[in-house]
């Protein structure tokens, strides 16, 4: 909660309900794809 409060703010912008929950998945899908987009991809050597 707190990295999406600090991205996008404590504030929804939205006043009903169906909005907000709609705004906050979304800001949620956001953070996903940036913290994928940050992770180095891993694999194995074989040695």
């Known amino acids: 909660m ?3 409060k600090a991205l996008f703010g ?3 912008r939205r006043r009903l ?3 907000q929950a709609v705004e906050l998945f979304i ?3 956001i ?3 940036m913290i ?3 992770k180095p991809e891993s694999y194995q050597l074989d040695i």
């Open 27 to 29: 800001q949620c899908a």
């Open 2 to 4: 707190f990295r999406l």
């Open 17 to 19: 309900f169906d909005n």
């Open 10 to 12: 404590g504030k929804w």
């Open 36 to 38: 994928q987009n940050g």
């Open 31 to 33: 953070l996903n794809r």
